[in-house]
C-alpha cells in the first residue's frame, strides 16, 4: 500500500490573543538528520497530504460540530464534513502533534511530543515551552477544567496548569504518583483524574492522591480516564478495561483500552491492542456493561494501531489509526486515505 512504509516507520515510537509571548516566527525542525526513523522525503509526505495518513492519537469535535485530527508528524487537521483543511503544516512546520483541544474562547491549542504547545486564535500562533514556563516540552494531553484553566499532561515533567498569564508546574515532590503523564479528566464533582505510565492519581485542588489497585496488580501505562453518566470512573491501559466505583477496581476486560468513550446509548467504546500482533475498535453492550462477561461487539481488528476515538454530534464513531483516520456510521467504515474516502 502506498502509506504502509510510512505507517511502519511511524509505528517505532509510541488560546487566547493575549496569552503567551509574541512571537513572529515558530523555529523549524532541522530535517539534516531523520525524525524517529522518518526521512525528510517521507515527512513531506505526510504533511503535504491533503488528508491524515500519519498516526492519529487524539480526534476532537469543536463547537461548529468539526472534526479536529492531531495527525502526529502530518500536521492538525480540521474536517467540516466535506473537506479536510491542515491548520499547522504550512505555519508552525512538522512536529509531532499529539493532542488538540478548542477552549470556551474558540482558541484552538496543539500539543506536541517535540516542541511543547501552540496556541491559535484563528489569526496568530502563541507558543509555550520551558522557557515560558511549560513543565516539559513533551505534551501529551490538554485538557480545560470547569473553571477555563488549561490543564497539560507531560511525559516526564508532571502536571502544568496554565491560568492564561502563567504557569504552575506539579511533580512527584507535589506528591504525583509519576512525572511521566498520559491524559487528564474532571468529574462530575470537581476533582481532575490523570493516567500516568503507573499508577493513576487525582487531585482534588488541594491534595493528590496516588490510586492502588487493592487486589495487588498494578496498572500499565493508563492511557485513557473517562466517568460515565452513572458517575462510574472507567480507565484503560495496556492490560486492560477497568472500572472504579469510588471504593473497589474491577477488571471488565483484557483487551487493552488506549481510548474510551460513552457513547449518547450508554454503550462503552475502546480501541487498543487484544493481542500482542492485533489491535481492535470494540464495543462494549451498555445492558451487559456489569455483567462478569460483557457482550464486547469488535467493529474492526488489524494492523494497524487503533488509538484516538470520538463520537460525533450525529452518532457516528470516529477512530484514529497508525495510519490514518476512519469513521464508522454503524454499518459502513469509511477510511479517508483517499480525497474522496474509500468504504
Known amino acids: 500500500m502506498k502509506y504502509a512504509h510510512v505507517y511502519a516507520l511511524l509505528l517505532l515510537f509510541v488560546f487566547h490573543a493575549s496569552c503567551g509571548q509574541n512571537q513572529t516566527k515558530v523555529p523549524q525542525d532541522n530535517f ?6 522518518l526521512s525528510e ?27 479536529l485530527i492531531a495527525a502526529s508528524w502530518g500536521g492538525v487537521f480540521r474536517y467540516d464534513g466535506k473537506s479536510f483543511t491542515n491548520l499547522t503544516s504550512s505555519k508552525i512546520g512538522w512536529h509531532r502533534f499529539w493532542d488538540v483541544l478548542e477552549d470556551r474562547g474558540g482558541n484552538l491549542w496543539f500539543a506536541s511530543t517535540d516542541s511543547g504547545v501552540y496556541g491559535y486564535n484563528g489569526k496568530t500562533f502563541r507558543h509555550f ?18 473553571a477555563g484553566i488549561i490543564w497539560f499532561a507531560t511525559g516526564g515533567g508532571g502536571a502544568s496548569r496554565y491560568d492564561g498569564k502563567s504557569f504552575q508546574n506539579f511533580t ?42 487493592k487486589d495487588g496488580k498494578g ?26 466505583d469510588g ?45 462478569k462477561m460483557p457482550i464486547v461487539t469488535e ?24 495510519g490514518g483516520v476512519h469513521r464508522y ?9 483517499s480525497a474522496g474516502g474509500q468504504k
Open 41 to 67: 522525503s517521507q515527512l513531506k509526505e505526510a504533511t503535504t497530504s491533503k488528508v491524515p495518513i500519519s498516526m492519529v492519537r487524539k480526534i476532537k469535535q469543536d463547537r461548529n460540530g468539526n472534526i
Open 129 to 146: 515551552t520551558t522557557r515560558e514556563g511549560l513543565a516539559n516540552n513533551a505534551v501529551m494531553c490538554i485538557y480545560e477544567d470547569k
Open 299 to 322: 467493529i474492526m481488528s488489524g494492523p494497524p494501531a487503533f488509538l484516538g476515538l470520538l463520537e460525533a454530534n450525529d452518532g457516528s464513531i470516529w477512530f484514529g489509526s497508525g
Open 247 to 291: 471504593r473497589t477496581f474491577t477488571k471488565v476486560s483484557q483487551r487493552g483500552a488506549f481510548a474510551i468513550i460513552e457513547d449518547k446509548k450508554g454503550n462503552i467504546w475502546t480501541t487498543g491492542e487484544v493481542n500482542p500482533k492485533v489491535w481492535a475498535l470494540s464495543r462494549y453492550d451498555a445492558k451487559s456493561l456489569y455483567n
Open 172 to 213: 512527584t515532590k507535589e506528591g504525583l504518583s509519576s512525572n511521566d503523564l498520559t491524559t487528564i479528566m474532571e468529574d462530575n464533582t470537581g476533582k481532575l483524574w490523570f493516567g500516568t505510565r503507573g499508577e493513576p492519581f487525582f487531585y482534588d485542588g488541594k491534595t493528590f492522591t496516588v490510586l492502588k489497585n
Open 219 to 244: 496498572f500499565n501505562n493508563v492511557w485513557s480516564i473517562i466517568e460515565d453518566k452513572k458517575g462510574i470512573i472507567w480507565f484503560g491501559d495496556v492490560d486492560g478495561l477497568w472500572r472504579y
Open 32 to 37: 539534516s538528520k531523520e525524525h524517529n526513523g
Open 329 to 337: 456510521d454503524g454499518k459502513t467504515i469509511t477510511d479517508f486515505k
